[in-house]
Protein backbone atom coordinates (compact mmCIF):
# COMPACT_ATOMS: atom_id res chain seq x y z
CA UNK A 1 0.00 0.00 0.00
CA UNK A 2 2.98 2.72 1.19
CA UNK A 3 6.66 1.70 0.88
CA UNK A 4 9.77 3.99 1.64
CA UNK A 5 12.61 2.64 1.03
CA UNK A 6 15.86 4.90 1.86
CA UNK A 7 14.01 7.67 1.93
CA UNK A 8 16.02 10.95 2.94
CA UNK A 9 14.78 14.41 2.59
CA UNK A 10 17.05 17.70 2.34
CA UNK A 11 15.11 21.18 2.42
CA UNK A 12 16.75 23.54 0.11
CA UNK A 13 18.17 25.51 3.07
CA UNK A 14 20.08 22.11 4.37
CA UNK A 15 17.82 21.20 6.89
CA UNK A 16 17.63 17.47 6.37
CA UNK A 17 14.02 16.56 7.54
CA UNK A 18 14.20 12.77 7.23
CA UNK A 19 17.42 10.84 7.21
CA UNK A 20 17.28 7.72 5.78
CA UNK A 21 13.64 5.91 6.35
CA UNK A 22 12.45 2.21 5.55
CA UNK A 23 8.59 1.84 5.90
CA UNK A 24 5.45 -0.56 4.96
CA UNK A 25 2.22 0.29 5.65
CA UNK A 26 -0.11 -2.72 4.79
CA UNK A 27 -3.77 -2.04 3.20
CA UNK A 28 -6.42 -1.50 6.23
CA UNK A 29 -3.80 -0.37 8.47
CA UNK A 30 -4.23 2.84 11.31
CA UNK A 31 -1.08 3.75 12.26
CA UNK A 32 0.32 6.75 14.05
CA UNK A 33 3.11 8.89 13.93
CA UNK A 34 4.35 10.13 16.82
CA UNK A 35 7.60 12.49 17.65
CA UNK A 36 8.65 15.85 18.93
CA UNK A 37 8.16 19.02 17.05
CA UNK A 38 10.38 19.30 14.38
CA UNK A 39 11.34 15.19 14.16
CA UNK A 40 10.08 15.32 10.08
CA UNK A 41 6.37 14.32 10.69
CA UNK A 42 4.87 16.79 8.60
CA UNK A 43 7.64 16.19 5.90
CA UNK A 44 6.94 12.33 6.09
CA UNK A 45 3.26 12.67 5.40
CA UNK A 46 4.03 15.75 2.61
CA UNK A 47 6.10 13.00 0.68
CA UNK A 48 3.23 10.62 0.86
CA UNK A 49 0.83 12.81 -1.03
CA UNK A 50 3.81 14.26 -3.25
CA UNK A 51 3.71 17.79 -2.07
CA UNK A 52 7.47 17.06 -1.57
CA UNK A 53 9.92 15.00 -3.29
CA UNK A 54 12.34 12.88 -1.22
CA UNK A 55 16.51 13.88 -2.18
CA UNK A 56 16.92 10.21 -2.50
CA UNK A 57 14.98 6.92 -2.45
CA UNK A 58 12.10 5.48 -3.14
CA UNK A 59 8.17 5.92 -2.05
CA UNK A 60 5.38 3.78 -3.56
CA UNK A 61 1.96 4.68 -2.85
CA UNK A 62 -1.18 2.37 -4.30
CA UNK A 63 1.75 0.78 -6.98
CA UNK A 64 2.65 4.15 -7.85
CA UNK A 65 6.25 5.66 -7.82
CA UNK A 66 5.91 8.86 -6.06
CA UNK A 67 9.19 10.76 -7.42
CA UNK A 68 9.07 9.81 -11.01
CA UNK A 69 5.61 11.66 -11.76
CA UNK A 70 5.47 14.75 -12.95
CA UNK A 71 3.81 17.88 -11.19
CA UNK A 72 0.84 17.75 -13.76
CA UNK A 73 -0.30 14.70 -12.91
CA UNK A 74 0.08 15.32 -9.13
CA UNK A 75 -3.30 15.85 -8.99
CA UNK A 76 -4.41 12.86 -11.03
CA UNK A 77 -2.54 10.50 -7.95
CA UNK A 78 -4.25 12.63 -5.27
CA UNK A 79 -7.24 11.45 -6.29
CA UNK A 80 -7.15 8.08 -4.79
CA UNK A 81 -6.11 9.46 -1.34
CA UNK A 82 -7.90 11.38 1.54
CA UNK A 83 -5.96 14.20 2.87
CA UNK A 84 -6.71 16.01 6.22
CA UNK A 85 -5.06 18.74 7.76
CA UNK A 86 -4.82 20.78 11.26
CA UNK A 87 -6.24 24.01 9.36
CA UNK A 88 -8.81 22.05 7.43
CA UNK A 89 -7.99 23.54 4.21
CA UNK A 90 -11.75 24.18 3.26
CA UNK A 91 -12.09 26.80 0.17
CA UNK A 92 -13.73 30.06 2.01
CA UNK A 93 -15.82 31.09 -0.86
CA UNK A 94 -17.81 27.87 -0.87
CA UNK A 95 -20.75 26.16 1.26
CA UNK A 96 -19.88 23.14 3.25
CA UNK A 97 -21.88 21.03 0.02
CA UNK A 98 -19.60 22.62 -2.41
CA UNK A 99 -16.16 21.84 -0.78
CA UNK A 100 -17.30 18.17 -0.53
CA UNK A 101 -18.76 18.47 -4.28
CA UNK A 102 -15.76 19.71 -5.68
CA UNK A 103 -14.23 16.65 -4.97
CA UNK A 104 -16.04 14.63 -6.97
CA UNK A 105 -16.63 17.16 -9.67
CA UNK A 106 -12.79 17.48 -10.49
CA UNK A 107 -13.32 13.66 -11.28
CA UNK A 108 -16.05 14.38 -13.62
CA UNK A 109 -18.74 12.41 -11.76
CA UNK A 110 -22.71 12.29 -12.73
CA UNK A 111 -24.43 15.81 -10.64
CA UNK A 112 -26.81 12.93 -9.16
CA UNK A 113 -24.47 11.04 -8.01
CA UNK A 114 -22.58 13.57 -6.48
CA UNK A 115 -25.52 15.29 -4.83
CA UNK A 116 -26.16 11.46 -3.41
CA UNK A 117 -23.00 11.07 -2.27
CA UNK A 118 -22.07 14.42 -0.81
CA UNK A 119 -25.02 14.36 1.43
CA UNK A 120 -24.18 10.67 2.03
CA UNK A 121 -20.78 11.33 3.74
CA UNK A 122 -21.94 14.73 5.19
CA UNK A 123 -24.38 12.39 7.32
CA UNK A 124 -21.47 10.21 7.94
CA UNK A 125 -19.71 13.15 9.96
CA UNK A 126 -22.61 14.24 11.02
CA UNK A 127 -22.49 17.77 9.40
CA UNK A 128 -25.40 17.52 7.13
CA UNK A 129 -28.02 19.89 8.39
CA UNK A 130 -24.73 22.46 7.76
CA UNK A 131 -24.59 21.95 4.07
CA UNK A 132 -25.92 25.25 2.95
CA UNK A 133 -23.08 27.23 5.60
CA UNK A 134 -19.85 28.68 4.22
CA UNK A 135 -16.62 27.42 6.91
CA UNK A 136 -16.00 30.40 8.32
CA UNK A 137 -19.78 30.04 10.14
CA UNK A 138 -18.71 26.76 11.92
CA UNK A 139 -16.66 25.94 15.32
CA UNK A 140 -12.78 24.14 14.41
CA UNK A 141 -14.32 20.58 15.46
CA UNK A 142 -17.08 20.84 12.43
CA UNK A 143 -14.78 22.54 9.38
CA UNK A 144 -12.67 19.46 10.31
CA UNK A 145 -15.71 16.86 9.95
CA UNK A 146 -16.45 18.83 6.59
CA UNK A 147 -12.35 18.13 5.17
CA UNK A 148 -12.86 14.34 6.50
CA UNK A 149 -16.38 14.22 4.56
CA UNK A 150 -14.34 15.71 1.07
CA UNK A 151 -11.55 13.25 2.38
CA UNK A 152 -13.55 10.31 1.87
CA UNK A 153 -15.90 11.27 -0.46
CA UNK A 154 -14.61 9.32 -3.55
CA UNK A 155 -13.96 6.20 -1.60
CA UNK A 156 -9.92 6.39 -1.43
CA UNK A 157 -8.07 3.58 -0.28
CA UNK A 158 -5.39 5.73 1.73
CA UNK A 159 -6.65 8.69 4.24
CA UNK A 160 -3.62 10.53 5.67
CA UNK A 161 -3.74 13.23 8.32
CA UNK A 162 -1.27 15.33 9.71
CA UNK A 163 -2.65 16.52 13.18
CA UNK A 164 -6.31 16.71 12.29
CA UNK A 165 -7.04 17.12 16.02
CA UNK A 166 -4.33 19.80 16.62
CA UNK A 167 -6.25 22.77 16.80
CA UNK A 168 -9.27 21.30 18.35
CA UNK A 169 -10.21 20.71 22.07
CA UNK A 170 -10.23 16.90 23.55
CA UNK A 171 -13.83 16.40 23.58
CA UNK A 172 -14.29 17.17 19.57
CA UNK A 173 -10.75 15.82 18.92
CA UNK A 174 -12.76 12.84 20.51
CA UNK A 175 -15.71 12.86 18.18
CA UNK A 176 -13.41 13.48 15.19
CA UNK A 177 -11.10 10.23 16.08
CA UNK A 178 -14.80 8.56 15.67
CA UNK A 179 -15.28 9.47 12.56
CA UNK A 180 -11.64 8.01 11.72
CA UNK A 181 -11.84 4.66 13.53
CA UNK A 182 -14.85 4.43 11.39
CA UNK A 183 -13.33 5.11 8.10
CA UNK A 184 -11.01 2.75 9.49
CA UNK A 185 -13.29 -0.24 10.07
CA UNK A 186 -14.50 0.06 6.29
CA UNK A 187 -11.30 -0.91 5.25
CA UNK A 188 -9.41 2.47 4.32
CA UNK A 189 -5.91 2.67 5.41
CA UNK A 190 -5.09 6.15 7.96
CA UNK A 191 -2.07 7.53 8.55
CA UNK A 192 -1.88 10.00 11.25
CA UNK A 193 0.49 12.41 12.25
CA UNK A 194 -0.29 13.41 16.02
CA UNK A 195 0.34 15.01 18.66
CA UNK A 196 -2.50 13.38 21.21
CA UNK A 197 -0.77 11.43 23.34
CA UNK A 198 -4.27 10.58 25.43
CA UNK A 199 -5.60 9.74 21.77
CA UNK A 200 -2.56 7.31 21.24
CA UNK A 201 -2.57 5.70 24.55
CA UNK A 202 -6.44 5.11 24.48
CA UNK A 203 -7.12 3.88 20.73
CA UNK A 204 -4.07 1.35 20.17
CA UNK A 205 -2.51 1.20 17.06
CA UNK A 206 0.43 0.83 15.32
CA UNK A 207 3.01 3.95 16.46
CA UNK A 208 5.76 4.81 14.49
CA UNK A 209 7.56 7.11 16.44
CA UNK A 210 10.27 9.17 13.95
CA UNK A 211 13.47 11.50 15.79
CA UNK A 212 15.60 13.66 13.87
CA UNK A 213 14.27 12.41 10.18
CA UNK A 214 14.75 8.32 11.82
CA UNK A 215 12.20 5.98 12.62
CA UNK A 216 13.08 5.01 16.48
CA UNK A 217 10.11 3.05 17.35
CA UNK A 218 7.42 1.13 15.60
CA UNK A 219 5.04 -1.00 17.67
CA UNK A 220 2.12 -2.76 16.67
CA UNK A 221 -0.32 -1.57 19.50
CA UNK A 222 2.14 0.90 20.78
CA UNK A 223 2.17 4.14 22.93
CA UNK A 224 2.40 7.41 22.70
CA UNK A 225 5.39 7.00 24.48
CA UNK A 226 6.60 11.33 25.16
CA UNK A 227 5.89 13.68 27.81
CA UNK A 228 3.15 15.59 26.33
CA UNK B 1 -13.46 17.06 -20.84
CA UNK B 2 -17.14 16.19 -20.55
CA UNK B 3 -19.97 18.72 -21.53
CA UNK B 4 -21.55 18.41 -17.88
CA UNK B 5 -18.15 19.54 -17.09
CA UNK B 6 -17.83 22.52 -19.05
CA UNK B 7 -21.46 23.64 -17.87
CA UNK B 8 -19.99 23.29 -14.41
CA UNK B 9 -17.03 25.79 -15.04
CA UNK B 10 -19.37 28.20 -16.88
CA UNK B 11 -21.39 27.85 -13.25
CA UNK B 12 -18.75 28.45 -11.27
CA UNK B 13 -17.55 31.62 -13.05
CA UNK B 14 -20.73 33.03 -12.61
CA UNK B 15 -20.73 31.93 -8.71
CA UNK B 16 -17.33 33.46 -8.62
CA UNK B 17 -17.95 36.74 -9.81
CA UNK B 18 -20.35 36.99 -6.49
CA UNK B 19 -18.03 34.79 -3.91
CA UNK B 20 -15.37 37.07 -4.45
CA UNK B 21 -17.30 40.32 -3.88
CA UNK B 22 -14.87 43.43 -3.77
CA UNK B 23 -12.37 41.72 -5.92
CA UNK B 24 -14.83 41.43 -8.76
CA UNK B 25 -15.28 45.12 -8.18
CA UNK B 26 -11.82 46.34 -7.96
CA UNK B 27 -10.86 44.45 -11.32
CA UNK B 28 -14.34 45.41 -13.00
CA UNK B 29 -13.19 49.36 -12.16
CA UNK B 30 -9.25 48.52 -13.23
CA UNK B 31 -11.17 47.79 -16.40
CA UNK B 32 -13.90 50.35 -17.16
CA UNK B 33 -11.18 53.51 -16.47
CA UNK B 34 -8.60 52.21 -18.64
CA UNK B 35 -10.84 51.19 -21.05
CA UNK B 36 -12.36 54.35 -21.06
CA UNK B 37 -9.45 56.17 -21.70
CA UNK B 38 -8.70 53.25 -24.83
CA UNK B 39 -11.97 54.23 -26.16
CA UNK B 40 -11.86 57.99 -25.94
CA UNK B 41 -8.38 57.54 -27.68
CA UNK B 42 -9.57 55.23 -30.56
CA UNK B 43 -12.71 57.58 -31.19
CA UNK B 44 -9.89 60.50 -31.33
CA UNK B 45 -7.59 58.40 -33.55
CA UNK B 46 -10.54 56.96 -35.70
CA UNK B 47 -11.93 60.40 -36.73
CA UNK B 48 -8.20 61.78 -37.20
CA UNK B 49 -7.58 59.28 -39.36
CA UNK B 50 -10.79 59.70 -41.57
CA UNK B 51 -10.01 63.77 -41.72
CA UNK B 52 -6.69 62.28 -43.02
CA UNK B 53 -7.92 60.31 -45.52
CA UNK B 54 -10.47 62.91 -46.33
CA UNK B 55 -7.74 65.60 -47.05
CA UNK B 56 -5.59 62.58 -48.86
CA UNK B 57 -8.89 61.59 -51.02
CA UNK B 58 -8.72 65.22 -52.34
CA UNK B 59 -5.26 65.11 -53.62
CA UNK B 60 -5.18 64.05 -57.63
CA UNK B 61 -2.99 64.78 -60.41
CA UNK B 62 -3.88 66.56 -63.41
CA UNK B 63 -2.01 66.47 -66.61
CA UNK B 64 -2.10 69.12 -68.94
CA UNK B 65 -2.22 68.16 -73.02
CA UNK B 66 0.32 69.79 -75.35
CA UNK B 67 -2.04 71.62 -78.08
CA UNK B 68 0.18 69.68 -80.33
CA UNK B 69 -1.41 66.27 -79.36
CA UNK B 70 -4.55 65.43 -82.07
CA UNK B 71 -6.94 63.19 -80.66
CA UNK B 72 -6.04 60.04 -80.90
CA UNK B 73 -2.75 61.11 -79.20
CA UNK B 74 -4.99 61.79 -76.51
CA UNK B 75 -6.98 59.10 -76.40
CA UNK B 76 -3.41 56.85 -76.93
CA UNK B 77 -2.39 59.04 -73.66
CA UNK B 78 -5.60 58.22 -71.46
CA UNK B 79 -5.40 54.51 -72.21
CA UNK B 80 -1.70 54.37 -70.86
CA UNK B 81 -2.52 56.03 -67.80
CA UNK B 82 -5.48 54.24 -67.27
CA UNK B 83 -3.16 51.16 -67.60
CA UNK B 84 -0.60 52.04 -65.29
CA UNK B 85 -0.54 50.65 -61.70
CA UNK B 86 -2.60 51.88 -58.75
CA UNK B 87 -4.76 53.91 -60.48
CA UNK B 88 -8.61 54.19 -59.00
CA UNK B 89 -10.08 57.27 -62.26
CA UNK B 90 -8.93 59.07 -64.77
CA UNK B 91 -10.98 61.50 -65.90
CA UNK B 92 -10.57 63.49 -69.37
CA UNK B 93 -11.55 67.37 -68.94
CA UNK B 94 -11.46 69.50 -71.95
CA UNK B 95 -9.84 72.77 -71.98
CA UNK B 96 -13.03 74.27 -72.51
CA UNK B 97 -14.83 72.76 -69.59
CA UNK B 98 -12.02 73.89 -68.02
CA UNK B 99 -11.93 77.42 -68.94
CA UNK B 100 -15.60 77.26 -67.79
CA UNK B 101 -15.48 75.72 -64.74
CA UNK B 102 -12.46 78.21 -63.79
CA UNK B 103 -15.35 80.95 -64.82
CA UNK B 104 -17.93 79.27 -62.71
CA UNK B 105 -15.59 78.98 -59.47
CA UNK B 106 -14.35 82.78 -59.85
CA UNK B 107 -17.97 83.67 -59.50
CA UNK B 108 -18.53 87.67 -60.60
CA UNK B 109 -14.41 87.90 -61.60
CA UNK B 110 -15.11 84.85 -63.87
CA UNK B 111 -16.55 87.81 -66.97
CA UNK B 112 -12.85 88.94 -67.16
CA UNK B 113 -12.05 85.51 -68.58
CA UNK B 114 -15.24 85.77 -70.77
CA UNK B 115 -13.04 87.45 -73.83
CA UNK B 116 -10.76 83.98 -73.67
CA UNK B 117 -13.77 81.86 -75.14
CA UNK B 118 -13.11 82.81 -78.15
CA UNK B 119 -9.24 81.64 -77.81
CA UNK B 120 -8.72 79.59 -74.62
CA UNK B 121 -5.85 79.71 -73.64
CA UNK B 122 -5.88 76.22 -71.15
CA UNK B 123 -5.11 73.34 -71.76
CA UNK B 124 -7.37 69.50 -72.36
CA UNK B 125 -6.97 68.08 -69.00
CA UNK B 126 -6.64 64.04 -67.62
CA UNK B 127 -7.63 64.19 -64.16
CA UNK B 128 -6.34 61.08 -61.88
CA UNK B 129 -7.12 60.19 -58.91
CA UNK B 130 -5.15 56.93 -57.34
CA UNK B 131 -6.35 54.10 -55.44
CA UNK B 132 -3.87 54.67 -52.39
CA UNK B 133 -3.32 58.72 -52.56
CA UNK B 134 0.38 58.55 -51.42
CA UNK B 135 0.84 57.25 -55.14
CA UNK B 136 0.24 60.74 -56.73
CA UNK B 137 4.04 61.54 -56.67
CA UNK B 138 5.05 58.61 -57.95
CA UNK B 139 2.26 58.64 -60.70
CA UNK B 140 2.89 62.08 -61.33
CA UNK B 141 6.62 61.64 -62.23
CA UNK B 142 5.62 58.70 -64.88
CA UNK B 143 3.54 61.08 -66.58
CA UNK B 144 5.39 63.74 -66.90
CA UNK B 145 7.72 61.92 -68.73
CA UNK B 146 4.99 60.94 -71.62
CA UNK B 147 5.38 62.17 -74.59
CA UNK B 148 2.55 65.12 -75.29
CA UNK B 149 1.78 66.14 -71.78
CA UNK B 150 2.90 70.05 -71.16
CA UNK B 151 2.87 69.73 -67.60
CA UNK B 152 1.79 67.71 -64.22
CA UNK B 153 0.85 69.08 -61.13
CA UNK B 154 -0.35 67.75 -58.05
CA UNK B 155 0.03 70.53 -55.61
CA UNK B 156 3.18 70.17 -55.29
CA UNK B 157 5.75 70.93 -52.42
CA UNK B 158 2.07 71.41 -50.50
CA UNK B 159 1.36 67.53 -50.91
CA UNK B 160 4.65 66.29 -49.73
CA UNK B 161 4.22 68.51 -46.58
CA UNK B 162 0.65 66.90 -46.32
CA UNK B 163 2.15 63.31 -46.51
CA UNK B 164 4.19 64.20 -44.08
CA UNK B 165 2.29 65.19 -41.39
CA UNK B 166 -0.75 62.97 -42.18
CA UNK B 167 2.01 60.32 -41.66
CA UNK B 168 3.11 61.57 -38.48
CA UNK B 169 0.20 62.00 -37.20
CA UNK B 170 -1.16 58.33 -37.68
CA UNK B 171 2.30 56.70 -36.17
CA UNK B 172 1.98 58.88 -32.51
CA UNK B 173 -1.79 57.51 -32.75
CA UNK B 174 -0.43 54.19 -33.03
CA UNK B 175 2.68 54.81 -30.41
CA UNK B 176 -0.48 56.43 -27.78
CA UNK B 177 -2.96 53.37 -28.56
CA UNK B 178 -0.09 50.67 -27.97
CA UNK B 179 1.03 52.62 -25.11
CA UNK B 180 -2.70 53.00 -23.82
CA UNK B 181 -3.15 49.03 -24.24
CA UNK B 182 0.37 48.54 -21.86
CA UNK B 183 -0.72 50.46 -19.27
CA UNK B 184 -4.03 48.99 -19.25
CA UNK B 185 -2.55 45.65 -18.69
CA UNK B 186 -0.04 46.65 -16.02
CA UNK B 187 -3.11 48.13 -14.00
CA UNK B 188 -5.27 45.58 -14.82
CA UNK B 189 -2.14 42.75 -13.36
CA UNK B 190 -1.69 44.66 -10.72
CA UNK B 191 -4.96 44.46 -9.60
CA UNK B 192 -5.35 41.50 -10.24
CA UNK B 193 -2.23 40.29 -8.62
CA UNK B 194 -3.57 42.09 -5.11
CA UNK B 195 -6.94 39.72 -5.48
CA UNK B 196 -5.44 36.44 -6.68
CA UNK B 197 -3.21 35.92 -3.72
CA UNK B 198 -6.08 36.19 -1.55
CA UNK B 199 -7.43 33.12 -3.93
CA UNK B 200 -3.18 31.32 -4.10
CA UNK B 201 -4.98 28.98 -1.28
CA UNK B 202 -7.90 28.44 -3.24
CA UNK B 203 -5.71 27.21 -6.10
CA UNK B 204 -3.43 25.23 -3.51
CA UNK B 205 -6.68 23.24 -1.97
CA UNK B 206 -8.10 22.62 -5.76
CA UNK B 207 -4.88 21.11 -6.27
CA UNK B 208 -4.71 19.14 -2.98
CA UNK B 209 -7.93 17.40 -3.41
CA UNK B 210 -7.18 16.45 -7.27
CA UNK B 211 -7.45 19.19 -9.20
CA UNK B 212 -5.84 19.64 -12.24
CA UNK B 213 -4.11 22.88 -13.60
CA UNK B 214 -6.84 22.54 -16.86
CA UNK B 215 -9.48 22.45 -14.47
CA UNK B 216 -8.66 25.03 -11.94
CA UNK B 217 -7.87 27.40 -14.91
CA UNK B 218 -11.38 26.86 -16.69
CA UNK B 219 -13.39 28.86 -14.50
CA UNK B 220 -10.82 31.72 -14.15
CA UNK B 221 -10.67 31.93 -17.59
CA UNK B 222 -13.91 32.53 -18.04
CA UNK B 223 -13.91 34.83 -14.83
CA UNK B 224 -11.78 36.97 -16.67
CA UNK B 225 -13.77 36.56 -19.72
CA UNK B 226 -17.13 38.03 -17.42
CA UNK B 227 -15.07 40.43 -15.51
CA UNK B 228 -13.82 41.57 -19.25
CA UNK B 229 -17.08 42.43 -20.00
CA UNK B 230 -18.98 43.95 -17.26
CA UNK B 231 -15.46 45.98 -16.78
CA UNK B 232 -16.56 47.34 -20.95
CA UNK B 233 -20.40 47.91 -20.28
CA UNK B 234 -19.57 51.43 -18.67
CA UNK B 235 -17.19 52.77 -21.30
CA UNK B 236 -19.44 51.57 -24.24
CA UNK B 237 -22.22 53.48 -23.12
CA UNK B 238 -20.51 56.16 -22.10
CA UNK B 239 -18.94 56.95 -25.36
CA UNK B 240 -21.50 55.79 -27.09
CA UNK B 241 -23.96 58.58 -25.83
CA UNK B 242 -21.38 61.00 -25.98
CA UNK B 243 -20.17 60.22 -29.42
CA UNK B 244 -24.06 60.10 -30.84
CA UNK B 245 -24.33 63.37 -29.10
CA UNK B 246 -21.52 64.93 -30.19
CA UNK B 247 -22.16 63.84 -34.21
CA UNK B 248 -26.03 65.16 -33.79
CA UNK B 249 -25.05 68.09 -32.32
CA UNK B 250 -21.92 69.32 -32.24
CA UNK B 251 -20.21 67.96 -35.82
CA UNK B 252 -22.98 69.52 -38.33
CA UNK B 253 -21.76 72.78 -36.63
CA UNK B 254 -18.48 72.54 -38.32
CA UNK B 255 -18.40 73.47 -41.98
CA UNK B 256 -15.07 73.71 -42.50
CA UNK B 257 -14.29 71.10 -45.71
CA UNK B 258 -12.54 68.26 -45.01
CA UNK B 259 -14.00 68.09 -41.24
CA UNK B 260 -16.55 65.46 -40.90
CA UNK B 261 -17.07 62.92 -38.49
CA UNK B 262 -17.52 59.28 -38.71
CA UNK B 263 -20.82 58.39 -39.07
CA UNK B 264 -22.28 57.38 -35.70
CA UNK B 265 -23.78 54.63 -37.31
CA UNK B 266 -21.74 51.97 -38.12
CA UNK B 267 -19.03 53.77 -35.93
CA UNK B 268 -20.55 53.59 -32.26
CA UNK B 269 -21.10 49.59 -33.26
CA UNK B 270 -17.31 48.97 -34.17
CA UNK B 271 -15.83 51.09 -31.12
CA UNK B 272 -18.10 49.20 -28.89
CA UNK B 273 -17.05 45.53 -30.58
CA UNK B 274 -13.89 46.67 -30.87
CA UNK B 275 -13.90 47.41 -26.76
CA UNK B 276 -15.68 44.47 -25.55
CA UNK B 277 -12.93 42.68 -27.61
CA UNK B 278 -10.04 44.06 -26.09
CA UNK B 279 -12.16 44.17 -22.03
CA UNK B 280 -12.54 40.49 -22.54
CA UNK B 281 -8.69 39.65 -24.14
CA UNK B 282 -7.50 41.70 -20.99
CA UNK B 283 -9.73 39.74 -18.41
CA UNK B 284 -8.55 36.75 -19.50
CA UNK B 285 -5.05 37.54 -20.02
CA UNK B 286 -5.55 39.22 -16.52
CA UNK B 287 -7.19 36.08 -15.18
CA UNK B 288 -4.77 33.42 -16.70
CA UNK B 289 -1.75 35.48 -15.45
CA UNK B 290 -2.69 35.51 -12.11
CA UNK B 291 -3.20 31.87 -11.85
CA UNK B 292 -0.43 30.73 -13.56
CA UNK B 293 1.79 31.53 -10.45
CA UNK B 294 0.20 28.92 -8.61
CA UNK B 295 -0.13 26.38 -10.56
CA UNK B 296 3.42 24.40 -10.30
CA UNK B 297 4.25 22.85 -13.73
N1 LIG C 1 9.60 23.89 3.62
C1 LIG C 1 10.65 23.73 4.46
N2 LIG C 1 11.81 24.33 4.18
C2 LIG C 1 12.86 24.17 4.99
N3 LIG C 1 12.84 23.46 6.11
C3 LIG C 1 11.71 22.85 6.45
C4 LIG C 1 10.55 22.95 5.65
N4 LIG C 1 9.56 22.23 6.22
C5 LIG C 1 10.09 21.71 7.34
N5 LIG C 1 11.37 22.07 7.50
C6 LIG C 1 12.29 21.66 8.57
O1 LIG C 1 12.37 20.27 8.53
C7 LIG C 1 12.36 19.73 9.81
C8 LIG C 1 11.19 18.78 9.98
O2 LIG C 1 9.98 19.51 9.94
P1 LIG C 1 8.55 18.85 9.96
O3 LIG C 1 8.54 17.74 9.00
O4 LIG C 1 7.55 19.92 9.79
O5 LIG C 1 8.49 18.27 11.43
P2 LIG C 1 7.28 17.95 12.39
O6 LIG C 1 6.04 17.91 11.56
O7 LIG C 1 7.62 16.65 12.98
O8 LIG C 1 7.22 19.03 13.40
C9 LIG C 1 12.30 20.90 10.76
O9 LIG C 1 13.62 21.21 11.18
C10 LIG C 1 11.75 22.02 9.91
O10 LIG C 1 12.23 23.26 10.35
MG1 LIG D 1 4.21 18.93 11.66
Redesign the pocket.
Known amino acids: MIEMIDVK?T???G????NGLNVKIKPGEFVYVV????????????MMYRE?KPTSGNILVNGVSLPSIRNSKVPLFRRNIGMVFQDFKLLQTFTVYENVAFAMEVIEKEPEEIKKRVMEVLDLVGIKHKARMLPSELSGGEQQRVAIARSIVNDPKVVIA??PTGNLDPETSWEIMNIFEEINNRGTTLVM?THNRDIVNNIKRRVIA?ES?KIVRDEHRGDYGYEI | MKFRTLLRHFRESFKNIGRNGWMTFASVSAVTVTLTLVGVFLVLMMNLNHIAGNVEKDVEVRAHIDNAANDDDIKAIGKKITEMSGIETVIFSPKDEELTNLIDDLGDNGDAFKPFEQDNPLRDVYIIKTKSPQDVIKVAKKIEGFEYIQSVKYGQGYVEKLFSFVNIARNIGIVLIVGLLFTAMFLISNTIKITIVARRKEIEIMRLVGATNNFIRWPFFLEGLWLGILGSIVPIGLISVLYYNIYKYVAPQITFKFIDFLPASPFIYQISAILIVIGAVIGIWGSLMSVRKFLKV
Open positions: KYPNVIAIGPSGAGKSTFIKEDEAIG
